[in-house]
């Protein structure tokens, strides 16, 4: 004898599928799809300030703005680029990522002071600089990187902030940004599926069995 079906419910065998198991996995999609939504946007907020200079770009400086300077807060950007000019080389070395990439610390002349600047080991005197300003951590790449350059007598003529020029920063900023639309990708797949769960026919279901 076969199996009978009706509006409500899908029987074949042990096995049964009705109308409101349907509609339970529809909804329980659509709401993992807007946490998913949610999440996204969070990580985006939690991101924005790298979101705007990412799409801002690299400012160009002068050394006389960054002398000007107080603070990173005074500057258009803490992503900027400077002209090429003579770097001092403070023979301060450290080894990073999983390949012990070699980076260097320079010192770049800022009218009677200087900005201490990472680099990767090939940086070529002269060549124009794009790097990140901040206020490094004291733990940074094993620490005591500015003890070090201290200790070589500059410590009284360091700008208050520091740059890394040794990496693409465009890269740092587009991944966080893609973080967060990835995420938010996922949670409308998600909700999406559910939806169309909830939009499906009885007459419409794949019957299995």
């Not at 109308?19 to 807007?34: A, E, T």
């Not at 300077?69 to 301060?92: N, Q």
Request: hydrophobic residues 45%; positive net charge.
């Amino acid at each position: 004898m076969l199996p009978t079906f009706d509006a409500t419910s899908l029987q074949s065998g042990n096995n049964r599928l009705t109308v409101s198991d349907y509609r339970f996995f529809g909804w329980f999609m659509i709401g993992l799809g807007l946490l998913g939504v949610a999440a996204g946007v969070v990580v985006l907020l939690q991101n924005w300030h790298f979101v705007q200079i990412l799409l801002r770009g690299p400012v160009s400086v002068t050394p006389a703005q960054l002398r000007k300077a107080g603070s990173l807060d005074a500057l258009p950007s803490p992503w900027v680029s400077l002209d090429g000019s003579k770097v001092h080389d403070t023979k301060v070395r450290r080894f990073v990522g999983q390949r012990s990439m070699q980076v260097n610390y320079v010192l770049v002349p800022v009218e009677d002071h200087y900005l201490l600047t990472e680099v990767y080991w090939n940086f070529k005197e002269g060549s124009r600089l794009t790097g990140y300003l901040e206020e490094w951590d004291p733990g940074r790449n094993d620490g005591g990187i500015l003890t070090e350059v201290k200790s070589r007598g500059y410590g009284d003529k360091l700008l208050p902030y520091q740059m890394c020029a040794a990496g693409d920063q465009g890269v740092y900023f587009a991944e966080r940004l893609g973080l967060g639309l990835l995420i938010i990708l996922v949670g409308l797949v998600f909700a999406a599926v559910g939806r169309r769960y909830l939009s499906r026919r009885p007459a419409a279901w794949d019957l299995a069995g």
